[in-house]
C-alpha cells in the first residue's frame, strides 16, 4: 500500500502467512536433498577402483625349429574401475590397465632370455601394456577392445576374457594369439640361428583384481 509523506513515498508490503506453502517447500527440498545424496551414494557404490591382488600369472608360449617354449612373468601392475550389480556380479568395466615389466618374463634359460629381451628392445621399451578402450559384458564374458604395445609398437587388439568374483577380488582369465611380427618384433634364433621360433605366440593370463 503506498501513502504520500511529505515530498516522498514510503510502501508498506503487507506479508500474508501461506503454514501450508512453506510446508510444501520444506519437503520439496528435503526430497531434492535426498534424492542428491542416494544418487551420489549409488554412483560411488556402483563404480569402485581396483587393483591388482596376490600374485599375477602371465605366459608367453611360441614354437621353434627344435622344441616348444614358455616365458612366464609373476610380476604386473593394474588399475581398474569396475562396476557391480545387485547380486555383487560385474556389470560393466568402464576402464583397465595392465603392464607387465617385459624383463620379467623367464624362460630358465638365460640365452634364451637375452635374445627375447633383444627381440623385444627392452633397453628402450620396458614394459608391456594393454589399456581398454570399451568392454561388451555378459555375465562372466567379457570382450574387451583395447590397445596393445609391445616393443614400444602398439595395435587394437580385442581379447575375450572370463571375470569372476571370488574370495580375493574379481578373477580374470584369458588368452590372445599374435604374431611377433605383427609388433615388429624379430622371432628370435638360437644357436647362430641354426633354432628359430615360430612367428605366432600365445598370450594366456590369469590376474585377479581387488577393491580392498
Known amino acids: 500500500m ?3 509523506v511529505g515530498p516522498t513515498y514510503s510502501c508498506t ?6 503454514p501450508e506453502a512453506m510446508k510444501t517447500i520444506i519437503k520439496k527440498t528435503r526430497f531434492a536433498i535426498l534424492f542428491v545424496l542416494v544418487f551420489f551414494h549409488t554412483a560411488l557404490w556402483a563404480q569402485q577402483s581396483y587393483k591388482l591382488s596376490g600374485t599375477p600369472n602371465i605366459t608367453i608360449a611360441g614354437t621353434s625349429t627344435m622344441h616348444d617354449w614358455t616365458m612366464t612373468s609373476k610380476q604386473a601392475t593394474s588399475q581398474a574401475q569396475f562396476e557391480m550389480d545387485a547380486a555383487g556380479q560385474l556389470s560393466k568395466v568402464n576402464s583397465i590397465v595392465v603392464t607387465i615389466p617385459a624383463e620379467s618374463l623367464k624362460s630358465g634359460k638365460g640365452a634364451m632370455d637375452k ?5 623385444l628392445k627392452t633397453d628402450m621399451n620396458k614394459d608391456i601394456k594393454f589399456q581398454l578402450t570399451s568392454a561388451t559384458v555378459n555375465g562372466s564374458n567379457i570382450v574387451a577392445q583395447g590397445t596393445l604395445t609391445i616393443a614400444g609398437s602398439s595395435k587394437p587388439t580385442e581379447l575375450t576374457v572370463t571375470g569372476k568374483p571370488d574370495a580375493n577380488g ?3 582369465q584369458g588368452s590372445k594369439k599374435i604374431k611377433m611380427t605383427e609388433f ?3 622371432p628370435p634364433s638360437f644357436m647362430f640361428g641354426s633354432v628359430k621360433t615360430g612367428d605366432e605366440i600365445t598370450i594366456t593370463f590369469d590376474i585377479t583384481l581387488s577393491n580392498k
Open 2 to 4: 503506498w501513502q504520500l
Open 115 to 119: 635374445n627375447a629381451y633383444n627381440a
Open 13 to 18: 508490503v503487507k506479508q500474508e502467512e501461506n
Open 170 to 172: 574379481i578373477r580374470f
Open 184 to 186: 615388429n618384433v624379430e
